[in-house]
């Protein structure tokens, strides 16, 4: 009897099976395998059925049992994905068997869908952490994917009938990619490395990181690039130099020098050097995360090879990269950021008219206005005095604030015919916050308006 377990047990091992298709990939090999029989297989299919229609009688609200045939394959898929997630959550393949023949499909489905609650759960946990460790940036791609295109996931995932889609706007690539997911538990994976790659560059100096990618690429800020990948080479390379590794900073000649010590290396060595490069950096920067260090290791084998290619190609300066300081005369691009839907600024609009004390204001600000778009918006339409405006300017950092004064010029020989009567009010509100500020920070504020530019 035993060996007759043991035997049934070998007979299908996890890693055959597909992560995203796993019931259906299960019932596959059960059946190549002659582990579910041709009745089975038969009661599994009409119970399958059975459920579709279900589903399909509560997708019209009990109207009709009749739907569009995307509609059923839609409906069919996110069946199989959630009775899939119930069964990949037991011990092994032999229990998930035993469950196929002895337990309803019907009580299979609700076991997965009790279990996707779990996870969105476990999805919006590990969102908050990414929105905490987020670094401060200027490509586009990072923030819109974290402050815009994660939400839609949120707002839209359907886990009745639609469990196995991810509806979200992720354009952010990742330095270890998510692959064979789908659904909430696609999220979760991509949520968690995104948190593994914040905390490791939240190690560093922001500042540091930017002119790291500048030196990557000036443009950077509209590539499709990963910071994480870029901050860990230059870090090993450092490391290897035996530099300080906060600072990052690497320079051509110690790029020729890693190119001298690397070259006669195979492959498999520089994956070597790599391993114990990385052992060091988690020791100083003492990382206890087990899984910011296997994500660490996991990038290596990447690496080694990108590196080997990069030197018998003589572009290993496009590995380790120089940093690039930011130079007065340089123009820095500024994103005002996306506006928000236009009922929904309305409502807020209504909300800040409504309310007497400032206080009270500039909460709803700090809650619902995040880019500067709306900012510069809220400011005219919001109704706010000249004073409460002058304390709204103060939610602003620098940056910002050179931002607004390039847009919002203060002309003063020019007609104000030219100027529409908000512009003209922005203009005075400005104006007014310029003249309370110290006059140091102001002299800060004018050397920076030639160096920036709104966009």
Do not use: W
């Not at 759960?121 to 791609?141: D, F, G």
């Not at 009270?360 to 005219?380: G, N, R, V, Y």
């Not at 300017?393 to 002309?411: A, G, Q, S, T, W």
Request: with cysteine.
């Amino acid at each position: 009897m035993a060996l007759g377990n043991i035997e049934k047990y070998s007979k299908i091992r996890s890693e055959q099976l597909s992560e995203e298709f796993y019931f259906q990939s299960l019932l596959q090999e059960a059946y190549y395998q002659a582990e579910l029989s041709d009745s089975e297989m038969e009661s599994l299919q009409m119970q399958c059925i059975k459920l579709l229609a279900d589903k399909t009688e509560l997708y019209n609200k009990g109207e009709s049992s009749s739907v569009r045939i995307e509609v059923a394959q839609t409906l069919m898929l996110s069946n199989f994905y959630t009775i899939g997630l119930y069964l990949k959550s037991l011990p092994d393949t032999s229990s998930a068997l035993d469950n196929l023949r002895k337990e309803p499909i019907s009580k299979l489905y609700r076991q997965g869908r009790r279990i996707i609650n779990t996870k969105l759960n476990v999805a919006r946990h590990l969102y908050q952490l990414v929105c905490q460790t987020k670094i401060k940036s200027p490509n586009y791609t990072y923030n819109a994917t974290i402050e815009e295109g994660i939400k839609i996931f949120f707002k839209q995932y359907n886990a009745d009938y639609e469990a196995h889609e991810t509806p979200a706007s992720i354009d952010y690539q990742l330095m270890n990619p998510v692959t064979g997911l789908a659904g909430v538990e696609y999220m979760i994976r991509y949520l968690q490395n995104l948190y593994e790659e914040n905390l490791f560059c939240s190690k560093f100096d922001a500042a540091i990181i930017h002119e790291v990618m500048c030196g990557y690429d000036e443009a950077y800020k509209n590539l499709l690039v990963n910071i994480f990948e870029q901050v860990l080479q230059n870090a090993l390379g450092c490391t290897l130099l035996g530099k300080d590794l906060l600072s990052l900073n690497l320079v051509l000649s110690d790029i020729q020098k890693l190119k001298m010590t690397l070259k006669a290396e195979t492959k498999e060595s520089i994956f070597s050097i790599l391993q114990r490069a990385a052992d060091n950096i988690i020791e100083s920067l003492s990382i206890s995360n087990i899984s910011l260090m296997k994500y660490i290791y996991a990038s290596l084998p990447e690496f080694a090879s990108r590196i080997h290619f990069a030197i018998n190609n003589d572009t290993l300066q496009t590995i380790f990269v120089p940093r690039k300081s930011r130079t007065v005369d340089q123009v820095i691009k500024f994103f005002m950021g996306n506006k928000m839907d236009d009922g929904e600024y309305r409502n807020i609009v209504n909300e800040m008219l409504a309310c007497r004390y400032l206080d009270d204001k500039i909460q709803i600000i700090k809650e619902h206005i995040k880019t500067l778009a709306d900012f510069e918006d809220i400011i005219i339409d919001g109704g706010l005095s000249e004073a409460e405006a002058l304390a709204v300017f103060n939610m602003l950092d620098d940056v910002e604030i050179v931002v607004l004064i390039k847009r919002h010029p203060h002309h003063r020989e020019m007609d104000p015919l030219d100027f529409s009567e908000a512009a003209i009010q922005m203009q005075r509100y400005l104006e007014k916050y310029l003249q309370s500020i110290p006059k140091d920070r102001l002299k800060k504020l004018q050397k920076t308006v030639s160096a920036i530019e709104g966009i």
